[in-house]
C-alpha cells in the first residue's frame, strides 16, 4: 500500500507501476491518494484511491516507455471520462472500459479517483479476445449480466487476494490461475454483451454439457489444484465455451465451484463429518482457512465454529433466540 500528498511522487510511484502518464490535480483540494497492488501472474492489479485528478498518457510518455498492455478499469464510486482514438465515453459506478497504453488517452476523474485498474500484458488479452482493439473506450456496463460478475470478481480479488509480494509459491500459483480466469472473463463479457439486449447463447448440446461439468466439479470438490484450464480440458471443451456455458446462468465456473464447495463445508459441519474447521475446509478444497471462514460466515451469516457445538446445545440456542420475550 503506498499513499502520497506530493502529486510528483505519487507520479513516480504509478508510472513505476503501470505505463507513465502526466498527473493534473483537478480544483483547488490538496491532493492526496493511496494505492493497493495484487499480482495476478502476468496481470497487475491496483485499486486507485485520489482526490480529483487528470491523468493524460501523450506521446511524450509513449516515446519514454511505449507499453505494450492494455487496460481494464473499474469504476467504483463517482464519475470518469475517458477518451482515446477519436471516441470519449463516461464511466459510471460498476462499468469497467478498456484502455491501450500503447496509444495516448486522456482520462478525467472529477469527483475523485476509485477505481480498480488491471495491467493484461497484450499477447494474453489477445490470446482471447484477438479483435481487443474493437472494444477500446467501449464500457461494458456493470448493470448486465457478465459486466456485473467481473466487476464482483475484481472487487473480491482486491479485497481477499493474496497481496503482492507476500504470497509464497502456492498462493502465487493460485494468483496466476485467478488472473487468468479473470482476463478470460473479461474477455467473454466484452463479446457477449457488445450487441445490447442480447442474451448469452448456449451452443448446442449446452445444457448437457453444463450438467457434464457441475457432475465432474461436484466429484472433485475436495481437489484444491482444480482449475479451469483442467476443467475444461478434461470435459474436451476450449475455456472460452465453458466461460460461455456458466455464462449463461450468469454465473463462472469457479464461483460456481466455490458456492459449491462452501455448500459442502455447510452440510459436512451440519452433519457432525468433522471435529475441526481446518478439517472440513481441507475435505472442501479449501487450503486457506482464514479465508474459508470468512467466506462462510458471508454466505451463511454465521461463522463455521458455530456448527461445531453439539446439537443440542444447537437446539437450545436456537430455542432461546426464539422464545419471545418476557
Known amino acids: 500500500m503506498a499513499a502520497s500528498n506530493s502529486v510528483a511522487y505519487w ?50 510518455e509513449i516515446d519514454r516507455d511505449p507499453g505494450d498492455a492494455f487496460g481494464a478499469s473499474l469504476t467504483l464510486t463517482g464519475r470518469a471520462i475517458i477518451a482515446q482514438d477519436g471516441k470519449e465515453v463516461v464511466q459510471h ?143 474436451h471443451v476450449s475455456v472460452r465455451a465453458l466461460h460461455r456455458l456458466f455464462a449463461a446462468e450468469g454465473t463462472t465456473a469457479m464461483r460456481w465451484l466455490w458456492q459449491q464447495r462452501l455448500l459442502a463445508g455447510y452440510q459436512a459441519l451440519a452433519a457432525g463429518r468433522g471435529q475441526r474447521v481446518s478439517e472440513v475446509a481441507l475435505m472442501c478444497g479449501f487450503t486457506n482457512f482464514s479465508h474459508f471462514s470468512r467466506a462462510f460466515r458471508r454466505a451463511f451469516g454465521m461463522p463455521p465454529t458455530d456448527l461445531l457445538r453439539p446439537r443440542a446445545q444447537r437446539r437450545a440456542i436456537v430455542s432461546a433466540s426464539a422464545a419471545p420475550a418476557a
Open 11 to 60: 507520479t513516480e510511484v504509478i508510472c513505476g507501476m503501470q505505463a507513465p502518464v502526466q498527473t493534473h490535480v483537478i480544483g483547488d483540494t490538496p491532493f492526496s491518494g493511496r494505492l493497493a497492488v495484487e499480482r495476478l501472474g502476468a496481470v497487475l492489479l491496483c485499486h486507485f484511491r485520489s482526490t480529483p485528478v487528470r491523468y493524460v498518457r501523450g506521446q511524450r
Open 93 to 235: 459506478p460498476g462499468d469497467i472500459v478498456l484502455f491501450d497504453t500503447t496509444r495516448p488517452f486522456d482520462y478525467v476523474l472529477p469527483s475523485g479517483d476509485d477505481q480498480i485498474v488491471l495491467d493484461i500484458p497484450r499477447a494474453l488479452l489477445q490470446s482471447c479476445l484477438p479483435n481487443a482493439d474493437a472494444f477500446l473506450c467501449t464500457v461494458l456496463s456493470g448493470g448486465s449480466k457478465l459486466g456485473g460478475l467481473v466487476g464482483q470478481m475484481l472487487r473480491d480479488v482486491g479485497t481477499d487476494g493474496p497481496r503482492a509480494g507476500g504470497a509464497g509459491g502456492a498462493d502465487a500459483a493460485v494468483a496466476a490461475r485467478l488472473g487468468t480466469t479473470v482476463v478470460h472473463l473479461l474477455a467473454t463479457a466484452f463479446e457477449v454483451e457488445s450487441e445490447s439486449g442480447k442474451s448469452v447463447p448456449l451452443p448446442p448440446a449446452g445444457p448437457r454439457t453444463l450438467e457434464k461439468v457441475k457432475a465432474f466439479m461436484r466429484d472433485r470438490l475436495s481437489d484444491p489444484g482444480l482449475d479451469i484450464a483442467a476443467i475444461a480440458r478434461d470435459n
